[in-house]
């Protein structure tokens, strides 16, 4: 059985309720959290093999490269236009966690809401980036571009992912190595995320659908 974790840090400075008491740190709607969702071992050739491929290529944002590299698969986001380019179709070394990937987003969530109406093939759309040490990524939701669903697998350095909705205090979740998360219904379309400053070189692996339908 997968487990599924609720997420226990929140941010430096936690809402409170009417009475002063802590307000819940429950996870937002379409939230999930796996630990260990593969083994060191698998997550050591994963590494071996990003290290190896040639495929690696600067993302550049508003006319600034940012630190961070990307290799993407099926598609690639260009966010000069919003749109969505061509792009190798997903190895078979990879897709085998794809897959892993998805039967965990399906089990944590349900079918129905981890799937949205896609078939677990139409989620082909996958991106790995490398931070390097103070790497991150700002404030965001993942463009209407994609699917309903994100999913990410964390590797090598841990990371803090934070959440927030329409300026309240972001919740903040522990990414530990090997760990996934899943982004879908409401925590994907109408909350932010982001990652924050990584101490050491880190690793995701990411898997989305197409939006159109």
Do not use: K
């Amino acid at each position: 059985m997968v487990e599924t974790v609720i997420p226990s840090r929140v941010d430096h400075h936690p809402p409170t309720g009417a009475d002063g008491a802590p307000a819940s740190t429950a996870p937002p709607p379409g939230f999930l959290y796996v630990p260990d969702l593969i083994a060191p071992a698998e997550e050591r050739a994963l590494l071996a093999w990003f290290a190896a491929s040639p495929l690696w290529s600067d993302v550049t944002f508003r006319g600034q490269t940012a630190r961070r590299r990307a290799m993407s698969f099926g598609a690639r986001y260009l966010a000069q236009g919003r749109r969505l380019l061509a792009a190798p179709a997903l190895p078979p070394e990879l897709a085998v966690y794809r897959d892993r990937m998805v039967d965990a987003a399906c089990e944590g969530l349900g079918r129905e809401l981890a799937l949205a109406g896609r078939t677990a093939a139409d989620l082909a759309l996958c991106t790995a980036l490398r931070y390097p040490a103070g790497g991150a990524i700002g404030w965001h939701t993942d463009n209407s571009a994609f699917g309903p669903t994100v999913l990410c697998l964390s590797l090598g350095a841990g990371a803090r992912l934070q959440l927030r909705r329409d300026g309240s205090p972001p919740l903040e979740v522990e990414l530990a190595p090997r760990s996934l998360f899943v982004l879908a219904g409401e925590v994907r379309s109408a909350w932010q995320h982001r990652i924050c400053p990584v101490r050491a070189e880190r690793h995701s692996f990411t898997v989305r659908s197409s939006g159109d339908r």
